[in-house]
């Protein structure tokens, strides 16, 4: 019945758009009212024009909520990476007399590198992976 309901009401809110719209743009032909970008009357293509800009773009932002939600995940993710760049590593706390270590300079690489997990043999997650760090 929510949904019944929900649906009737979008479809007042378009059609009453729809209705408002051509109203206002049969009035402005009619009454022959100056469009004060152009200096000309209004015409029919500036009404529709007009109408279906509004429309695409209502439409576009209706469109426009499952990206926001990938975006939301994004920002969670973000802070949780950033709570792990962030934090103090315990050794830090636990030992007062531990130092900083000072920049590190190496090179790590994997040549020819194949895996497998033990409880699934048959699904390889790394075959013949070559990367150098």
Known sequence: MKSAFSVGFLFFVL????AYAFYTG????????????SGKT???GDILSCFFGIMFGVFSLGMAS???KAVT???VAGKQAYKVIE???RILLDDPNAKPVGDIHGKIEFRNVTFRYPTRPEQKILDDFTCTF
């Not at 059609?15 to 729809?18: I, P, S």
């Not at 009035?27 to 004060?36: D, S």
């Open 73 to 75: 995940e994004g920002r």
């Open 26 to 37: 049969s009035y402005l032909i009619t009454e022959q009212v100056k469009n004060w970008n």
């Open 66 to 68: 499952p990206n926001i």
């Open 87 to 89: 934090r103090t590593p």
């Open 42 to 44: 209004y015409t029919s």
């Open 15 to 18: 059609f009453g758009y729809y």
